[in-house]
């Protein structure tokens, strides 16, 4: 399986693969059981997120040396925070995504309409200010694999969590 993509449809996420001789897509793990093998909705969302919410709450009470308790002090919530902006201040638009909103500003302006006139393309307007690029669903990722076996007939298997769901990791 050389090319695998986690792909978010809606609440659910869907693992395929391709096969590039054949040139198939095809689905072979979810989170809504649509397919054989499961997903874990928590591993699904610390690859889309590109954080694991729950990972980094741990590490900044050891950190701390805050006992479970004080999570409400506000010296928490504001390093919470903190931390959530330094997260999230690499995820800039691209090129194209500024693009699309500028073409879309300059459309709404060019088109002098009375109102009766601009209300039946308003909804379209309003499509190509929120293109669906400016929204990530697809992500390259991995399945964690072990070797088993020795190392003349050794097989790599993927590893499942206590729920028997596959592990993913997010291709860099």
């Known amino acids: 399986m050389k090319e695998i993509k986690l792909i978010k449809v809606g609440e659910h996420y869907n693992l395929y693969h391709r096969i590039a001789e054949e040139n198939l897509i095809i689905g072979f793990a979810s989170t809504d059981n649509t397919f054989v093998n499961k997903l874990s909705l928590k591993n699904c969302q610390e690859i889309e997120n590109g954080y694991d919410l729950y990972e980094l709450a741990e590490k900044f009470i050891e950190q ?16 919470g925070c903190n931390a959530i902006l330094e997260i999230l201040g690499d995820k800039k638009f691209s090129e194209e995504d500024v693009m699309l909103g500028w073409d879309a ?7 002098v309409l009375s109102m009766e006139q601009l209300e039946p393309h ?46 993913l990791k997010r291709k860099i």
């Not at 701390?64 to 390093?79: G, L, R």
């Not at 500003?105 to 088109?111: D, E, F, Q, Y």
């Not at 669906?132 to 669903?137: D, I, P, V």
């Not at 990722?141 to 050794?154: L, T």
């Open 64 to 79: 701390h040396k805050f006992a479970s308790s004080h999570i409400a002090d506000p010296t928490s919530f504001k390093a």
């Open 105 to 111: 500003g300059v459309m709404s302006k060019s088109i």
């Open 122 to 167: 308003r909804e379209s307007y309003q499509r190509n200010l929120k293109p669906a690029s400016l929204q990530q669903t697809q992500y390259d990722c991995e399945i964690v694999m072990d070797v088993c076996g020795n190392n003349v007939y050794a097989v790599p298997e993927p590893i499942l969590d206590a729920d028997g769901c596959l592990i």
